[in-house]
Each structure stands twice: as C-alpha cells, then as structure tokens.
C-alpha cells in the first residue's frame, strides 16, 4: 500500500462514534420508540460529524415532542404537501417554504407535520421530499371542478388537501380561459374559483363556507386557512389587491382585515404577560363601507400595539380620548416604543402613555365623543367576548360568520351617524 492510500484510509479506520454514546450525550435512552429501524441510516454515516448532525437530528425531533419517522423507504408513500398561514408556519417551527405573501407551504407525514430534523434523519434534501409530495398529491387530484348554482366552481375532492392544490397549477389553470380568475381557499378542504363577473358570489361562497363550518362545530378541527381571495396574474398566484373604485375593494379588505385579526388572537396566547397588555383590536366600518382595525391603547400600563389602521386612546380608567390614524404616531417623537421579538404581525411595546399634547398632534379620525359613542354599540367594545352579538354589518361581504366562529370573535361595527361623511377624511392607508 503506497503512502496516500494509507492517507486516504485514516478517515475509514478512524473510531467512530457509536449511536449510544451520542444518544447519551444528548440525555436521550437509546430504546427511543421507532429508532431501531433507523439504524442502518445512522450506521451508513461514516464520518464522525455526520452522526454528531444525526444524533443531534434525532435529540430534535425529541425535544419537539415528536415521534421519530418511519424509515424514508416506508415514510415517502405518506408524503402531501399542506397550504397554511404563514403566522401559523412561524409560531410551529416545522419545515417550510415560503408560497406566496401570507401563505406557506408545509410537508404532512401520515398525521404529522415534518420537521425540518426528519429530513437529517432521512438524508433527503427538502426540494426532493416537496416534489415527491406533490406528486402524490398530484396523482389524487384526478377529476373536474363542480360548478355551484352560484356559478362559481369548487374542487371537487374534499380530503384535506384541497387548498394545497393551488400548489399544482395544472390543476386550476385553465378554468377560465381569457378570463382573469379569482380564487378562494377559506378552508383546507375548500377551493373555490370564478371569473372576475363573479368575484362578489366568490366573496359570498366564503362566507357561506365558514359559516357551514361553525354551524357544524368543527370551529377547532377545522379552522380558517385565508378568507382573503386570491388572483391569477399570469402564471403567479397573489393575494388581490382590489383598489379603489373596485367595487369588491371594501370586501376585500374587509377579509383581509379578518386574516389579520385571527392571526392577532392566536399571538395573544404567546406574549409574554410580563412586557404589557396586548392592545385589543376590533374591526369598524366607514359610511362609505371601508372597513379599519382599531388598536385601542388605554393607559396606567405598557401597551403591545399592533400596525392597526388607526389607534384609539383611553385612559387609565377607560375614559376615550379620540381615535387617530396610526401611521402618524411619529410624530410622539418623544414616545418610542420597542418591537416585541415574537411570530407573526409585528407589535411594539411602548411602557410610557403620551400626553394630551402630544396626541393632539396626530392625525384624528374621531374625537373622544365620537369614540365612546361607537364604544357603546353592540360589538364595538374592545375585548368582546366571543359570543357577543355583532352590530348590523350593512355591506358585503354579505355572507358572513356569526359571532363566535373562529375569524370574528369582535364583531364589525359601523360608525355612529355623527361619524359618517367626509369629514373624517377616510383613506386607503395600503
């Protein structure tokens, strides 16, 4: 054996490192449920740091309290992709990749939603492990769309993954040709489409959709995916940007606006209690119909204010002191805030309340009168409970949740009548 060979033969007679020994570094038993079937994997590794990765792979899925894989060969016949918020992707820390804004694409095994250490167990580049889901996923979509007596056509599966078919275009491209489609997934199981004359029984058929699914219970088996519809430009997919003078614009946002208050609710339940109080926020209507959040920050306390539309002040006893545009609080120089390290809508924590003086500066859009009269209507309060009865919803969409489903534990109020006209300078602030 010549000198290099033996050079080249180091690494191969080098001790490795046994999955015993790892394991027990890590503070794991080496009887972990389902590992022994994963051995030949880790044996096959034949450099010490890639079983240190594959130990510290397994001391992963643990600590996520998470059952180990199957072996790759058994696991990949499980495979389907999953479409969810992308708040809900950040707040569970499992494998994804990034679809469109607002929306997320995950792997599901079986019942579970893969971790990104299972593909380290498996020895799989993610981009394989994704196709390889689609595909499967691809194979079940045979079928076509069944159109509704609205018009407007849904996927006719109902497994699921119905949603995650928008991952496959050949599914739902040519629905409509020559026409600039709009589609809907308020559901997983749920996808919905229709040409642009039908965008308003789109926006209906959502709200019909949920609202079948809290008439049925399954508010916590099945809750809201995106009630914000979507718009083929080209071959991309993006979340409609409705502007003004389109007439489905206040709907729109409107849904966007619940999207943004569902994501808000579920971030309440990981904030630390010791930074503030979270701002309630609720949903308002104009008298032209242009739905607003409202953060309310009340003072005697640090406040977690979210990027509502506009910022109603109260203080220490609740008493309103007028609601302002929120993009001008720059000009409280004085009053900084700090951004709160968490998932999903960005919040900052400010521990000061500002002066009289200094709230006088904003931007208004209703004086302390107008604000505790729209705090006296039913469901305008911040905080409602969820089974609170809702004000009178006067526009679109006009199939819509009732109170206590999952989107719209604060109803949407619209402003008092001394509220109403132009006076209040009402804008687009998107």
């Given at each position: 054996?010549?000198?290099?060979?033996?050079?080249?033969?180091?690494?191969?007679?080098?001790?490795?490192?046994?999955?015993?020994?790892l394991?027990?570094?890590?503070?794991?038993?080496?009887?972990?449920?389902g590992?022994?079937?994963?051995v030949?994997?880790?044996?096959?590794?034949?450099?010490?740091?890639?079983?240190e990765?594959?130990?510290?792979?397994?001391?992963?899925?643990?600590?996520?309290?998470?059952?180990?894989?199957?072996?790759?060969?058994?696991?990949?016949?499980?495979?389907?992709?999953?479409?969810?918020?992308?708040?809900?992707?950040?707040?569970?820390?499992?494998?994804?990749?990034?679809?469109?804004d607002?929306?997320?694409?995950?792997?599901?095994?079986?019942?579970?939603?893969?971790?990104?250490?299972?593909?380290?167990?498996?020895?799989?580049p993610?981009?394989?492990?994704?196709?390889?889901?689609?595909?499967?996923l691809?194979h079940?979509?045979?079928?076509?769309?069944?159109?509704?007596?609205?018009?407007?056509?849904?996927?006719?599966?109902?497994?699921?993954?119905d949603?995650?078919?928008?991952?496959?275009?050949?599914?739902?491209?040519?629905?409509?040709k020559?026409?600039?489609?709009?589609?809907?997934?308020?559901m997983?199981?749920?996808?919905?489409?229709?040409?642009?004359?039908?965008?308003?029984?789109?926006?209906?058929?959502?709200?019909?959709?949920?609202?079948?699914?809290?008439?049925?219970?399954?508010?916590?088996?099945?809750?809201?995916?995106?009630?914000?519809?979507?718009?083929?430009?080209?071959?991309?997919?993006?979340?409609?940007r409705?502007?003004?003078?389109?007439?489905?614009?206040a709907p729109?946002?409107?849904?966007?606006n619940?999207?943004?208050l569902e994501?808000?609710?579920?971030?309440?339940?990981?904030?630390?209690?010791?930074?503030?109080?979270p701002?309630?926020?609720?949903?308002l209507?104009?008298?032209?119909?242009?739905?607003?959040?409202?953060?309310?920050?009340?003072?005697?306390?640090?406040?977690?204010l979210?990027?509502?539309d506009?910022?109603?002040?109260?203080?220490p006893?609740?008493?309103?002191?007028?609601?302002?545009?929120?993009?001008?609080?720059p000009?409280?120089?004085?009053?900084?805030?700090?951004?709160?390290?968490?998932?999903?809508?960005?919040?900052?924590?400010?521990?000061?309340?500002?002066?009289?003086?200094?709230?006088?500066?904003?931007?208004p859009?209703?004086?302390?009168?107008?604000?505790k009269?729209?705090?006296?209507?039913?469901?305008?309060?911040?905080g409602?409970?969820?089974?609170?009865?809702?004000?009178?919803?006067?526009?679109?969409?006009?199939?819509?949740?009732?109170?206590g489903?999952?989107?719209?534990?604060?109803?949407?109020?619209?402003?008092?009548?001394h509220?109403?006209?132009?006076g209040?300078?009402?804008?687009d602030?998107?």
């Amino acid at each position: 054996m010549g000198f290099f060979d033996r050079f080249r033969s180091r690494a191969d007679e080098a001790p490795l490192p046994s999955l015993a020994t790892l394991l027990e570094t890590r503070g794991l038993p080496a009887s972990l449920p389902g590992l022994e079937a994963l051995v030949p994997t880790f044996e096959a590794h034949r450099r010490a740091e890639e079983r240190e990765a594959w130990a510290d792979a397994v001391a992963e899925t643990h600590r996520l309290g998470l059952p180990l894989p199957e072996p790759w060969i058994d696991a990949q016949d499980h495979l389907l992709p999953e479409l969810v918020p992308t708040w809900r992707a950040e707040r569970e820390g499992r494998w994804s990749h990034a679809f469109i804004d607002g929306l997320t694409t995950r792997i599901r095994v079986a019942e579970v939603v893969m971790p990104a250490a299972w593909l380290r167990i498996w020895d799989q580049p993610a981009e394989d492990v994704l196709d390889l889901a689609l595909d499967q996923l691809r194979h079940r979509s045979e079928g076509a769309f069944v159109r509704l007596p609205s018009g407007i056509y849904q996927a006719p599966w109902h497994d699921g993954a119905d949603a995650a078919r928008l991952l496959l275009p050949e599914v739902w491209h040519g629905l409509f040709k020559d026409q600039h489609p709009f589609l809907a997934i308020p559901m997983a199981d749920t996808l919905l489409a229709a040409p642009q004359i039908l965008l308003p029984k789109l926006m209906e058929e959502v709200g019909r959709a949920l609202q079948a699914k809290s008439q049925a219970g399954s508010q916590a088996g099945a809750p809201p995916l995106q009630l914000a519809v979507l718009e083929r430009i080209g071959d991309k997919l993006v979340t409609a940007r409705l502007q003004e003078p389109h007439p489905m614009s206040a709907p729109q946002r409107e849904l966007k606006n619940m999207d943004f208050l569902e994501a808000l609710r579920n971030q309440e339940k990981d904030l630390d209690p010791e930074l503030g109080r979270p701002a309630p926020v609720l949903l308002l209507k104009t008298a032209q119909g242009k739905p607003l959040t409202m953060a309310t920050w009340t003072g005697g306390a640090p406040t977690l204010l979210p990027e509502a539309d506009l910022i109603g002040f109260a203080g220490p006893d609740g008493e309103p002191l007028g609601i302002y545009w929120r993009q001008s609080l720059p000009r409280m120089h004085e009053v900084r805030g700090t951004a709160v390290d968490i998932w999903g809508p960005r919040r900052v924590r400010y521990e000061g309340f500002p002066t009289a003086e200094q709230i006088a500066r904003l931007e208004p859009f209703a004086t302390a009168e107008q604000m505790k009269s729209l705090q006296a209507q039913p469901g305008a309060q911040p905080g409602a409970q969820p089974g609170a009865q809702p004000g009178p919803r006067p526009s679109a969409p006009k199939a819509v949740a009732p109170a206590g489903a999952p989107f719209s534990a604060q109803g949407a109020a619209p402003l008092p009548k001394h509220l109403r006209g132009a006076g209040l300078g009402v804008q687009d602030k998107d």
